[in-house]
């Protein structure tokens, strides 16, 4: 009788994993369902070395199983990566703690699995991964009794995968009208492909090489509903994953709960992860979290530009617009209590602000990771030419700096990339972020948006007027002692930046009515001269003064503000609830 051992299953593993990354751009190239963001590939390949990197191969099947799974839940990515690891993790729930597992045990884990698999989908879709998956454990059962070794075994398996992988083409309607196979389900046919080579007794060295693909054209001109592919990875106790799938059902479609030991992981498509991780919060500690643009990446691959703009969380500015111009967002880390969220993307105004009320520990912010950048300023060089990253005050965040080291290294590897110190942030910022777009449209080149931006950011001014010094004091912008004091006197300040891009205190007032007349005088004297070339308003959960300061500004100003926008939370934690800035361009 055949066996298969814990090293048996590592290796299948293994060298299936070896097979993907070999096929990863043409799985990429394939892409088009869900939606046609080029990246199955890229996601499988990362679910999968993760499993190889992570786990630990053992003697025994249900030990070497347990590994594997738990790295498939933590390196899961993308729909057919989580799709992926929900399969794994239903060959362990069906395992049931055994040290050697036979081929008629092994066919039944994989049947076990697939039902696991389906009730783990709030949508399950045939013509994808789901359907390859479950033709071939179905095979597995007939091929039981015609095989006469295990290599044998997966072979004949392998052959009606292969079979099922081509039926893909007319299961879903987006394939037919590509002529191409699901890009997950391919994914799974190679894997599968792996396990031969293993049993087939090939080496690894042999097979490992990553073949080059043309790229496919693809005709894709359906809506997508839901923007953002939202994963994240919860450690929890006792949850149950049917209250999970109902609870999160009403944030948007392709919903997938990975179930495991410590830890589940879901995968959604929304347009509103901010609300998603505030659900997650309940349900356990939050270990990671991902959210990608699916739209912005479609955008990326059909744009007919060769410049793209780049800016970071802090800039503020309508996030509409920068969706509609292609205006690509670096998120700033905000850490919660041990929690690291995305500003403008996994966290709002409102649910920060439920949270400090509640936290042991005021909120800080962090850079985005390096390999963060990495990977997006890579991602960004496969459709641009060249890239302006109009940044936030040097002498304000250490984001700028961090950005600019990595960009440095791409510019000495012959890249065209431009940084602008804005020496301001906020409002401010995002008025020289959207400068750049009306240069790019008007057709400027790189350098002469950079040239315009270096003298415009010269002529910026912003004004926030806070309603206490308690969050600039907590978050550590001013010293206790001086905030203490303002509190007790209640004094409302107004900050600003200097000359430096480095923070000031512009004014004080002892009521809101006291600030608004400080910085009308302020406005008034620049309107007066040189003048305003463009002005934009901001709040922080502030929708009443801001109302007043549009109908103050606009007919002070002559003109109605260039937009209206939310403070980012990366800010709002220094300037807190109820500021709202004016930030302007003169002539």
């Not at 069906?94 to 040290?99: D, F, I, P, R, T």
């Not at 398996?157 to 009208?177: P, R, Y």
């Not at 923070?503 to 400080?518: C, D, E, N, Y």
Request: aromatic share 8%; charged share 25%; net charge negative.
């Amino acid at each position: 009788m055949d066996y298969l051992n814990g090293f048996d299953l590592y290796q299948m593993f293994n060298y299936g994993t070896t097979f993907v990354i070999k096929k990863r751009k043409k799985l990429n190239d394939i892409n088009v369902f869900p939606v046609p963001d080029g990246d199955t590939g890229n996601n499988l390949v990362y679910t999968m070395q993760t499993i190889s990197r992570e786990s630990k191969a053992q003697e025994s099947f249900q030990a070497t199983l347990e590994s594997i799974s738990d790295s498939a839940l933590i390196g899961a990515r993308g729909n057919s990566g989580v799709i992926f690891a929900q399969f794994v993790n239903g060959l362990r729930t069906a395992s049931k703690g055994k040290e050697l597992v036979t081929l008629d045990e092994f066919t039944e884990m994989a049947l076990e699995s697939v039902e696991h698999t389906y009730a783990s989908l709030s949508n399950p879709v045939e013509g994808t991964m789901l359907t390859v998956i479950k033709d071939w454990a179905n095979s597995l059962k007939e091929t039981l009794s015609a095989a006469s070794n295990i290599k044998d075994f997966f072979l004949v398996a392998f052959a009606i995968a292969e079979k099922s992988l081509e039926k893909t083409k007319e299961q879903l309607a987006v394939l037919k009208k590509n002529n191409v196979v699901d890009s997950g389900a391919m994914g799974f046919v190679l894997f599968l492909k792996g396990i031969n080579s293993y049993f087939n007794k090939e080496t690894i060295e042999e097979v490992a090489y990553e073949e080059l693909e043309l790229e496919h054209s693809h005709d894709f001109d359906e809506e997508i509903t839901f923007r953002y592919c939202t994963e994240g990875l919860v450690e929890y106790n006792n949850q149950k994953e049917e209250v999970i799938l109902e609870t999160l059902k009403p944030y948007g479609d392709s919903l997938i709960v990975v179930m495991g030991g410590k830890m589940f992981r879901i995968h959604i498509h929304t347009n509103t992860p901010e609300l998603v991780f505030q659900e997650l919060r309940n349900f356990g500690y939050i270990i990671t979290q991902k959210v990608d643009d699916m739209i912005g990446d479609i955008n990326m691959k059909k744009n007919d530009l060769d410049t793209v703009i780049v800016t970071d969380s802090i800039a503020d500015i309508d996030q509409q617009y920068l969706k509609d111009n292609n205006v690509v967002v670096i998120p700033i880390n905000i850490n919660v209590e041990n929690v690291t969220y995305s500003d403008k993307l996994t966290i709002n105004n409102q649910i920060l602000f439920n949270m400090i009320d509640n936290a042991l520990e005021y909120p800080t912010t962090a850079t985005p990771t390096i390999k963060y950048i990495n990977d997006l300023f890579s991602k960004l060089l496969l459709s641009y030419k060249n890239i302006i990253y109009i940044a936030v005050s040097s002498n304000l965040s250490a984001t700028h700096n961090v950005i600019k080291k990595e960009v440095e290294q791409l510019v000495a590897k012959g890249k065209n990339i431009k940084i602008v110190d804005t020496l301001t942030n906020s409002v401010a910022q995002g008025l020289l972020v959207k400068r750049a777009v009306d240069l790019l449209k008007e057709g400027k080149k790189i350098d002469e948006i950079a040239e315009v931006l270096n003298v415009e950011k010269e002529k910026t001014e912003i004004l926030v007027c806070l309603e206490t010094f308690k969050y600039a004091m907590m978050s550590g912008r001013l010293p206790k002692a001086v905030g203490k004091i303002g509190m007790f006197l209640g004094i409302r300040p107004i900050m600003s930046v200097d000359d430096k891009g480095k923070g000031a205190a512009f004014g004080f007032a002892l009521s809101q009515k006291g600030i608004t007349k400080k910085i009308v005088k302020h406005v008034q004297k620049d309107l007066d001269n040189p003048g305003i070339e463009s002005y934009a308003l901001i709040h922080c959960l502030n929708q009443e003064l801001l109302d007043e300061y549009v109908e103050l500004f606009t007919k002070m100003i002559g003109k109605k503000p260039a937009y209206l926008a939310e403070v980012s939370s990366a800010t709002a934690i220094h300037s807190g609830r109820g500021s709202v800035a004016i930030g302007y361009i003169k002539k």
